[in-house]
């Protein structure tokens, strides 16, 4: 009885599972269509609405591509940083943030993600390689040890075992680090409506949460910021009287340092929405 | 007997009356044993067994037993019971087991009944037969049957069990119309299926839509049911069901098809007159019980022909009908990387449901995502209506392309003869679109913007027509976040932990094997004293000096170490010059003695024995 109930939980997870694939595919293929007929708003609509269920470099690529056709750079960019996440790899994608980027005129790039060994990506290659490094080499200085070689050569191989096992952690160490990072980066995106191209349209950093405060700073759409955590891990955030949030945002030096409003952001990596 | 109370007749009286009281019980015990023994030895009776037909003779139409009595056992059997010519054996024998005291006798058996319906008249002897208790074989014995001419009064049940068998036939069939007589392997054709219900007849829920028995047709699923009353069919008053459907031959040859649909009806609670009908009245208005009837259609031989291969077309597909096609392009005019809808509309009667996309010729100017279908039309039959194809175009390259004409191609059943439809070739002019100069993960931003201008330009803002690899999260899951990570770690370290005990145990075998070499060699130099034998006590010395300062100095081969190899050991060592001296002088005593012969025969052994004993001691 308990094994036909946890078949009959199994088979309704695969068809719940083979539903929901099924819907961002149709989603995906609805904006395609959409796009191809030259509805680039609706296709917008569908893209967003199947990233709402799941993600894929393609989906965000077309959507920063869509983004890009209708002006709002911000959100181009942020939506080809999402593919990036995906696809680290991808050329393609890598020239069009760099084309949005400039297109957009932002001045700060926000996390190195050109730091190709310790990107945030590569901390699992990090971790196999320490692993790799530390037990392979243990076992040949165990080898050494047992069958009287050199000391010389005892004593460098040591060495040469430690320095890679030692980089192994620091890669790992890195590229974590790298990923926490991330984790905070917000792109400065325009609210909804209203576009942003060639860097006209600024957006501003506020010294305290509100809409009379005087700006610290300016932002242009698409410059990468970073979320302020509390201690707890969660953003500093305050919610002001008319029911706006804000977050306290900082450039990734810390030259830039205000509070924006929650629709002038987008976090790359989830939750979608701030 | 009562002798042996006698010789107690020395014994106080009421001891001889217990003693009398003790025997009387010990002889009744030894009755009732002596008696169950012989009770025991009855029931050990031979396992036998008996054969007979009840009754042993019956007219044709109707039903005999034959039973097997198998005496002595309660295990159930196993054999084979032998066929008869004329005479139809069940092969699922009822099975009933007794047991009984015949005249204090404890009896018990088994009884086998198997029903026996017998199609021809004559006399039948089923012959004698083997079967096997528990490890041992019974033979049962032959048994006959006599069966005889139907009597007037079988004949009359027999006319009635037909007639009622007509009636019920009649009251509830089913028919099936297709519109022609043959068709071709894989074309689909519109079929509708009647399932007639007598008026009257007690139907107590709505009739489930029929099944289909033969597997050489495939049909579409039935949804649609139409109900027509009243309807007169020799001469009698019907509610007729029907369902059209579609039917689609799957294999070539003469094929059959039939329906069949169980219904369910109120029959009367009274079982015991079998051969009342109990279908087309209903005198408990509505009090009896529910039975299922089965309504079938008559067994249909349709005629399924192979596809000729005489000028069948490359393209062709499987696509069996009559079909036009057109096609559409929603724009004359896009930038390069936007994509284009392209709609091919094929359009007709046929296998809808069986026809795939029609290919589009690769080339390297287009790009063509795998084509969305939509049917528009008879959704039952899929055999009448429209069958759209949404191709997905993506240009390659800028100008004036061609998106080129698309063939189909099917096979005509009615003419017998392959066709093809093909649509119309399509300008679109792509325009070049934006460019730029292609960055590279190390020059994003505008402080490289300088250096990506002298770089060649490509194309930008391709869209993909196809979604990729789906993820839930765009969260990246890392492998030290997975304990599975860290318990595979165990691996390694177990491994690490073999080598280890390995490594130190073969090291202590080696040190407890020089130890042994050492002690031997020490006893050498002792013997060879007492033996006056200066060439093995030299050799010994050697031998020791060479152990002993290979294990200082952690040579890894000391039986390679040459005199002056041993002298240049001493040296790194912490060691006297004179106690090196000493020993290089025994070692060179030892080569002398070796390459020169008896040179040390002058030197007493035992003082050499005290010299050498304490220059290996105070060795360095």
Not at chain 1, 185 to 192: D, G, H, S, W
Not at chain 2, 195 to 202: D, I, K, Q, S, Y
Not at chain 2, 392 to 401: A, D, E, V
């Amino acid at each position: 009885m308990k094994s036909l109930h946890s078949k009959s939980l199994l088979l309704l997870l695969a068809s719940f599972s083979s539903l929901t694939a099924e819907s961002e595919n149709r989603l995906f293929y609805d904006a395609v269509r959409a796009e191809a007929t030259g509805d680039l708003d609706s296709a917008i609509n569908s893209y967003e609405d199947s990233a709402k269920i799941a993600h894929s470099a393609n989906l965000h690529g077309n959507l920063a591509n869509l983004y890009f056709k209708k002006e709002r750079l911000g959100k181009s960019v942020l939506n080809y940083r999402k593919a990036l996440v995906l696809e680290p790899d991808n050329r393609d994608l890598y020239e069009n943030l760099s084309f949005a980027m400039e297109t957009a005129r932002v001045e700060s790039t926000g996390l190195d993600i050109s730091s190709g060994y310790f990107r945030p990506a590569s901390v699992n290659f990090w971790a196999i390689a320490t692993s790799l490094f530390f037990w392979v080499g243990l076992l040949l200085v165990c080898l050494l040890f047992f069958f009287q070689i050199d000391r010389f050569i005892k004593l460098i191989s040591i060495l040469l075992w430690a320095a890679l096992s030692g980089l192994g952690v620091w890669g790992v160490i890195k590229s974590k680090d790298n990923h926490e990072l991330q984790k905070r980066e917000v792109i400065a995106v325009t609210p909804q409506g209203k576009k942003d191209s060639n860097g006209s349209k600024t957006l501003e950093l506020r010294r305290f949460a509100g809409n009379g405060s005087s700006a610290n700073t300016t932002v242009v759409p698409g410059e990468s910021l970073f979320l302020d955590f509390n201690e707890d891990g969660s953003p500093k955030d305050h919610r002001s009287s008319n029911g706006e949030k804000w977050y306290l945002v900082r450039s990734l030096e810390g030259r830039k340092r205000g509070w924006m409003k929650a629709n002038e952001l987008g976090r790359i990596l989830e939750p979608n929405n701030l | 007997m009562f002798k042996t109370f006698e010789k107690f007749s020395h014994l106080p009286p009421a001891i001889q009356a217990k003693a009398r009281t003790i025997g009387t019980g010990v002889l009744l015990t030894l009755l009732c044993l002596s008696h169950s023994t012989q009770l025991i030895g009855q029931n050990q009776q031979a396992i036998r067994a008996e054969a007979a037909f009840t009754p042993p003779s019956v007219s044709l139409g109707n039903n005999s037993i034959y039973k097997v009595i198998i005496y002595g056992t309660q295990a159930l059997p196993t054999g084979k019971i032998p066929t008869v010519a004329g005479l139809a054996i069940s092969n699922s024998p009822q099975a009933f087991r007794s047991a009984s005291l015949i005249n204090g006798v404890p009896s018990v058996k088994t009884e086998l009944s198997f029903q026996v319906r017998p199609t021809k008249k004559g006399s039948f002897s089923l012959p004698s037969w083997v079967i096997e208790i528990g490890g041992n074989s019974v033979r049962v014995p032959a048994a006959s049957l006599q069966v005889l001419t139907p009597s007037q009064q079988d004949l009359l049940l027999q006319e009635k069990e037909k007639q009622r068998q007509n009636d019920i036939k009649q009251a509830a069939f089913v028919e099936f119309e297709t519109p022609r007589d043959f068709l071709f392997e894989g074309e689909t054709i519109p079929a509708t299926i009647n399932l007639f219900l007598l008026n009257g007849l007690p139907v107590t829920r709505l009739p489930p839509p029929p099944k289909k028995i033969g597997d050489s047709f495939s049909m579409t699923e039935i949804r649609q049911r139409n109900i027509k009353r009243n309807f007169l069919r020799n001469g009698k008053s019907y509610t007729v069901f029907s369902w059209p459907v579609g039917l689609t031959a799957a294999m070539a040859g003469n094929q059959e098809l039939s329906f069949e649909v169980a219904i369910q009806v109120r029959v009367k609670n009274n079982r015991s007159s079998p051969f009342n009908d109990p279908f087309l009245s209903d005198p408990f208005f509505g009090f009896g019980r529910e039975q299922a009837l089965i309504a079938s259609s008559e067994k249909q031989t349709i005629e399924v022909r192979s596809l000729p291969m005489k000028g069948r077309p490359q393209d062709f597909q499987g696509a069996i009908g009559s079909f036009s096609s057109v096609s559409r392009l929603d724009a004359d005019r896009v930038s390069l990387g936007d994509p284009v809808k392209l709609t091919v509309e094929i359009s007709g009667t046929g296998n809808f449901a069986a026809i795939p996309a029609p290919g589009i010729k690769p080339s390297d100017k287009l790009k063509v995502g795998s084509p969305r279908f939509s049917f528009a039309g008879n959704e039952i039959t899929k055999h009448e209506g429209m069958q759209s194809f949404e191709y997905i175009l993506t240009p390659l390259t800028p100008g004036l392309i061609e998106v080129p004409p698309i063939e189909f191609s099917f096979f005509d059943p009615i003419q017998e003869t392959f066709s093809s439809t093909i649509t119309t070739a399509h300008p679109l002019r792509v325009d070049p679109g934006e460019k730029w100069t292609p960055g590279s993960p190390e020059n994003i931003g505008p402080k490289n913007k300088d250096k990506q201008k002298e770089a060649s330009t490509a194309d930008l803002f391709q869209t993909e027509s196809e979604p990729g690899r789906w993820t839930k999260t765009l969260e990246q899951n890392f492998l030290l976040d997975i304990p599975v990570f860290w318990y595979s770690q165990s691996i390694p370290l177990v491994c690490f932990c073999f080598f280890v005990f390995w490594g130190l145990t073969r090291r202590s075998g080696e040190k407890e094997k020089l130890r042994q070499k050492e002690a031997t060699l020490t006893r050498q130099m002792k013997d060879s004293v007492g033996f006056n034998d200066p060439s093995s006590f030299l050799r010994a010395f050697r031998d020791l000096i060479r152990i002993r300062l290979a294990s200082l100095r952690n040579h890894p081969n000391p039986s390679s170490l040459s005199s002056d190899e041993l002298v240049a050991l001493l040296h790194s060592g912490d060691n006297t010059e004179e106690l090196i001296s000493e020993i290089e002088d025994l070692l060179r005593s030892c080569d002398d003695q070796e390459f020169a012969g008896n040179e040390l025969a002058k030197h007493p052994l035992d003082s050499l024995y005290q010299k050498g004993t304490k220059l290996l001691k105070n060795l360095r």
